[in-house]
């Protein structure tokens, strides 16, 4: 009969290699105990035939496992790596194509080569800019004479002690009374 495993390699050769391993081993107690360099009882020393093929194997076979565990736990670093890969390269895309739609909006296109940090920052820095010249030509709420003529359109007057942003707000009220079809309220 032929030894057939999945992968089609013989390992009699590695089992040759341990018995005559496993066997020098004894023979090397044998050869301790008899010099006096071991203190082991001669019953011990017989039974090594066993135990120190054993011992061996234990060893050998822990050697294994902590191969197989760090080439498993070496796959698992190399495919978490690649799919950190992916991700950072999916939202460097994804940020690259947010960018792209948002700078168009503030006026800044990307320039060639451009790196999506470079770009981000022209784009805050435009948006910025941008904010700021618009609250600067915001149009301001009217105040004083203004508003009381607003008032009078609406057919309100200013009342005793009232501040301009009560007198906006009740304005406020009758241009939405008037809109939805109601007219004048005194209420207001």
């Known amino acids: 009969m032929e030894n057939e495993n999945k992968g089609g390699r013989n390992y009699s050769g590695c089992w040759i290699l341990y018995t005559l ?28 035939i066993l135990w120190v093929p054993a011992l061996l194997l234990g060893f050998v076979l822990g050697l294994v496992g902590v191969v197989a565990l760090l080439r498993a736990a070496g796959r698992k670093l190399r ?12 939202r460097e895309s994804m940020e690259g194509l947010t960018l792209n739609s948002i700078g168009p909006v503030y006026g800044v296109r990307r320039q060639p080569g451009e790196k999506n940090r ?23 709420p009217a105040t004083g004479q203004k508003i009381d003529t607003i008032a009078e359109k609406h057919g309100l007057m200013r009342r005793k002690n009232e501040t301009d942003g009560q007198l906006q707000n009740r304005i406020r ?9 109601g007219g004048k309220h005194d209420g207001v």
């Open 21 to 48: 391993i496993g066997s020098g081993a004894w023979i090397a107690l044998i050869i301790a105990k008899a010099c006096g360099v071991i203190r082991m009882n001669w019953p011990a020393v017989a039974l090594g």
């Open 79 to 90: 495919e978490w790596k690649r799919r950190q890969k992916i991700a950072w390269t999916l």
């Open 173 to 181: 009220k009758a241009a939405l009374a008037e809109l939805e079809g």
């Open 118 to 140: 470079a770009y981000k920052r022209r784009i805050l820095h435009a948006a910025r800019t941008l904010d700021v010249v618009n609250v600067q030509n915001m149009p301001q």
